[in-house]
């Protein structure tokens, strides 16, 4: 099958209005086109709840005015700390209208996360439930700058209980008036590398998105569309790349949490419900594959994307297998996000690459003297300002947001190579490149191959230091259940790559783990097994 060339790609699809508020976008507009128009579907619960554009329009407006005799104004943080569910979308929607900054936190956040995050961001008011309530008032000392803790499952104490407080707003609301510039949503990135920073983005960060959802998923929206994504909605992959974007175009989501990853879950709802797009990160789709390698899907699906790390070649063919329907790349950052992409249904797909630049996008690999590579060269992946998904800044750190750039290129930290049709392959984090016998070795195609062995479930590979060879390349193999760990499994995984790439990418040690060091994004640190030796 012969591939389009890409070269760069500025143009966007759409041009975004001067005016533009986030929740007025994704709940308002079709509040007042199509009231009952299905926005929620909530699998929650013990029988599913569909929630209408009108209704969570007319809820996020309730709360807005609670929030607002609660003293929030426009620049207040104020942190939804809640699973997947329409809960999550009014209190977003609710701040946005008020022109507050929304801090969207993962549910898997603990008591030290959230304090970091709380005192970092200066966060004022805070959304949750009765978990979430309870974490945070363990975090000691209390954040200086919090005033008001808000549980959706009613007052406990100090917290106070959200229909409470919205039961006393009968009056009419007003959404700000804000600009496509100004401040809407700070998510912090998930802390690879050092401290976790807040990337604060202006609302103009939907509108980037949508483009770039309407390349990946080729003719949508189309009738009857439902998507679905299993990332946390706090997370900027579950909740830039498939939840607002789809809201914004009319298509209802699905809304199902669960306490850590359940495959069988996750095939019961593709069956039980006409699911016809999905975001589904790489780690989330190695676990599908390892607890049901021969399952397939029902063939409703009409694409899937996937971002966050390397997809790999065999997760893709197997994705393909399993859900009838091609399994494309998505690649950005929380600073700068939906760059790069695929989609097999137009034509613009390469093998072992994740794609080209997608609308709206200039990107290049770039040396670090900032000149453009020659194609097949490696560099850092870069994106040219002004960008649609552009980040504003880092909350509160000038020096951090100065160093991003080189000029106009928003630097990645990723290292990658570009062909000359524009594909750009993935070598891995800056820091994450392996230097062995004078060769550089991006850890993604070696993590490739070891899955493609029978007995592993995961893997990651780093770089150990060596005085011969300053960098040995290190496996470190999470085993498929039921296969024991021994000594010559391990040989036989390190002949297994070695045959399959290279004497110098093949793994020279192995080590085998119950379960890698994984981001609350599901990012694999690498950094935390580098410590590891």
Request: glycine share 10%; with cysteine.
């Amino acid at each position: 099958m012969l591939h389009q060339p890409l070269r760069h790609r500025r143009p966007a699809q759409d041009a975004a209005p001067a005016r533009f508020n986030i929740g007025t976008a994704v709940l308002d507009r079709w509040a007042a086109r199509d009231p009952d128009r299905p926005a929620v579907l909530d699998l929650n619960g013990p029988r599913p709840v569909v929630d209408s554009f009108g209704a969570l329009k007319a809820r996020s407006d309730r709360l807005a005015l609670a929030l607002r005799r609660l003293g929030v104004a426009p620049g207040d943080r104020v942190a939804v700390f809640l699973p997947q569910g329409a809960p999550a979308l009014v209190a977003q929607c609710a701040a946005y209208k008020l022109g507050a900054i929304v801090l969207p936190l993962a549910a898997v956040f603990g008591a030290e996360a959230l304090a970091y995050r709380f005192a970092d961001a200066g966060v004022s008011l805070a959304i949750t439930d009765a978990g979430g309530a309870a974490k945070i008032a363990g975090i000691a000392p209390a954040p200086a700058a919090l005033r008001t803790i808000v549980s959706i499952d009613g007052r406990d104490g100090a917290v106070l209980g959200l229909d409470e407080i919205v039961a006393r707003e009968t009056g009419a609301f007003v959404p700000l008036d804000t600009g496509i510039e100004d401040p809407a949503l700070m998510i912090y990135t998930s802390g690879t590398t050092g401290q976790p920073k807040g990337a604060l983005h202006a609302h103009r960060v939907l509108a980037g998105h949508v483009p770039g959802l309407r390349f990946s998923h080729a003719g949508f929206p189309a009738g009857g569309e439902l998507m679905w994504t299993p990332a946390d909605w706090a997370w900027a992959g579950g909740l830039l790349n498939a939840v607002l974007p789809a809201l914004h175009e009319g298509v209802p989501v699905v809304a199902m949490r669960g306490r850590g990853f359940d495959a069988e879950a996750v095939f019961r709802l593709l069956a039980d419900h006409p699911v016809t797009r999905a975001f589904v990160p790489p780690t989330a789709l190695r676990m599908l594959r390892a607890a049901a390698p021969e399952r397939v899907a029902p063939s409703r699906l009409r694409s899937v994307t996937s971002a966050g790390e390397a997809l790999g070649e065999e997760t893709q063919a197997w994705g393909r297998r399993a859900f009838g329907c091609p399994v494309d790349d998505v690649y950005g950052q929380t600073e700068c996000n939906y760059v790069l992409g695929s989609s097999a249904a137009r034509g613009v797909a390469r093998a072992g690459a994740i794609g080209g630049a997608t609308p709206g996008h200039d990107v290049a690999v770039l040396r670090p003297d900032g000149t453009p590579c020659r194609p097949g060269e490696p560099g850092t992946i870069a994106v040219r300002r002004p960008d649609p998904t552009l980040f504003l800044g880092y909350w509160n750190r000038p020096d951090a947001t100065a160093a991003k750039f080189a000029g106009d290129w928003m630097t990645t930290g990723d290292g990658g190579t570009m062909d000359g049709d524009g594909y750009v392959t993935f070598l891995g984090r800056d820091d994450d490149i392996i230097t062995s016998s004078g060769f550089r070795i991006g850890p993604v195609e070696i993590e490739d191959s070891l899955i493609r062995h029978p007995a592993v479930a995961a893997a990651a590979a780093v770089g150990k230091p060596d005085p011969l060879r300053t960098e040995i390349v290190k496996a470190w193999i999470v085993p498929r259940d039921g296969i024991a760990p021994t000594a010559a499994l391990a040989e036989e995984i390190q002949h297994f790559v070695r045959t399959r790439l290279s004497a110098h990418e093949y793994p020279r040690e192995v080590a085998f783990v119950a379960e890698l060091p994984m981001t609350a994004t599901g990012k694999v640190m690498r950094r935390v097994l580098r410590e590891r030796g």
